[in-house]
């Protein structure tokens, strides 16, 4: 409660004496912390607000270059794009619901099922997986109608799935779902267990990383997985592969 904008100050309920300079020092400190803080939220928020735009031309350009009399390569290359720009969109809205929700805000926002966003990333990768020559499966073990944030849901599974297309060279990819969750398995090169719990972390990619990837998807997923009081594990394959699963929810049942 201290780092919230509006919180009192520490020091003026204590003397002049080293409890009230401790005090006072704690005061310093949280100031800074709450202007940190408001920077990055005043950051995320402007910039995914003024990338709107931007998404919206490229979005309609793509509609309107795939109704045009193109050859089957332009036609791909449209669709690529047009991808892209989704991805980017869903993006944008989720950093402005982490910048602007607290979280007990953004969990009681559930506008989709667990098997409705499932059924959408599915047909959206499964063009990347076949291109790529993996086979990629959508299977239902069991699920709910609990309804979740649909931005936030999306994007935890689609960094989930392109993680496992990047690493994946060939085989298959596997979206599970389960009652109160989901798994994404893949049979591509897995993580050394000695990596999988800094995995999450910012900036932190594996000894087999590739490409010119920040490290932030799989932190982005652990951010969102906080916020919403999810839970998200990794673990290995036999004989080859990984396997993330999140449990949307606190059940003491279910265990990583």
């Known amino acids: 409660d201290q780092l919230h904008s509006s919180a009192p100050a520490l020091a003026p309920e204590y003397a002049d004496d ?16 709450r202007r940190s803080l408001e920077r990055e939220q005043l950051f995320t928020s402007d ?5 709107r735009t931007p998404l919206m031309i490229i979005g309609t350009s793509c509609e309107l270059l795939d109704a045009a009399p193109l050859g089957a390569h332009e036609k791909e290359q449209v669709a690529r794009i047009a991808r892209a720009a989704a991805e980017m969109r869903d993006l944008v809205q989720t950093f402005l619901t982490l910048a602007r929700s607290q979280p007990e805000e953004a969990s009681l926002a559930g506008t989709t099922t667990l098997a409705s966003v499932a059924a959408e990333q599915y047909r959206r990768w499964g063009p990347a997986m076949a291109e790529k020559g993996l086979g990629f499966e959508l299977l239902e073990e069991g699920t709910g109608a609990q309804r979740y944030n649909h931005t936030l849901l999306s994007t935890v599974m689609s960094n989930l799935l392109r993680n496992a297309l990047h690493y994946t060279d060939a ?4 979206l599970t779902l389960e009652p109160g969750g989901f798994r994404v398995e893949d049979s591509g090169m897995g993580i050394p267990s000695g990596q999988q719990e800094r995995i999450f972390e910012p900036f932190v990619r594996g000894e087999r990383a590739r490409g010119e990837g920040l490290g932030l998807g799989l932190s982005l997923v652990k951010r969102i997985c906080t916020h919403q009081g999810w839970s998200i594990g990794v673990s290995d394959l036999a004989p080859g592969g990984s396997c993330f699963r ?3 929810g606190q059940s003491p049942n279910q265990q990583l």
């Open 18 to 33: 080293e409890i009230g300079h401790l005090a006072s020092a704690f005061d310093s400190t949280l100031g800074q912390l």
């Open 47 to 51: 910039v995914s607000h003024e990338l």
């Open 171 to 174: 085989g298959w990819v596997r």
């Open 246 to 248: 999140v449990v949307l």
